[in-house]
């Protein structure tokens, strides 16, 4: 089972390089860190189980963020209590965007980082993502306000990138008013 533990530090170097295409048939390490993802997030998000195993809750979880260089990431949504959409990209890229930009009012937040940031993260409002699912298969995968910005802030992962990268250092509520928190 993955822990806390397993989950890289946003001081560890690795979160900085950009991960690898993946082959396919995914390898057995593979599908077993993706299976260990999806476990993650969704106790993460469930309350008990939160608890007992000490989990930062969590919607999206990116392989690099496990020490793994492939471009692969994990989503789980609880759309409803205890009801939960899991989406798995391989090679995601986003096929299309909104114009609309949005922000998390309360702040973005990250697995990888254990603090609070200050500032905006501009992302679109909605975007639709091309990628494969585990059997290699193309897949076009739409999200629009807290799904569009989990989609885009793990492909940002992939590439390297952290959320606070995005949000500008001497004027950390930048453009604010040109964008609608979510």
Request: hydrophobic share 35%.
């Amino acid at each position: 089972m993955l822990k806390m533990a397993d989950i890289l530090d946003e001081n560890d170097k690795t979160l900085r390089k950009i991960s690898e295409e993946v082959t396919f048939p995914l390898s057995k390490e593979d599908q077993k860190a993706i299976d260990n993802m999806i476990k993650y997030l969704k106790d993460s998000q469930t309350p008990e189980l939160s608890e007992k195993y000490k989990l930062r809750p969590g919607m999206g979880l990116s392989a690099v963020q496990i020490g793994i260089l492939k471009r692969y990431y994990v989503v789980v949504h609880e759309y409803e209590e205890g009801k939960f959409d899991t989406y798995v990209l391989i090679n995601p890229k986003i096929k299309s965007n909104s114009q609309e930009l949005i922000y998390v009012e309360e702040g973005e937040g990250c697995l990888s980082v254990n603090r609070y940031v200050e500032g905006i993260v501009p992302r679109y409002a909605r975007v639709t993502m091309e990628a494969y699912d585990r059997d290699g298969n193309k897949i076009e995968v739409r999200g629009r306000e807290e799904l569009a910005v989990v989609f885009q802030h793990e492909l940002d992962h992939l590439n390297g990138i952290m959320f606070y990268d995005h949000i500008d250092k001497k004027n950390p509520f930048k453009d604010k008013e040109k964008m609608r928190a979510i």
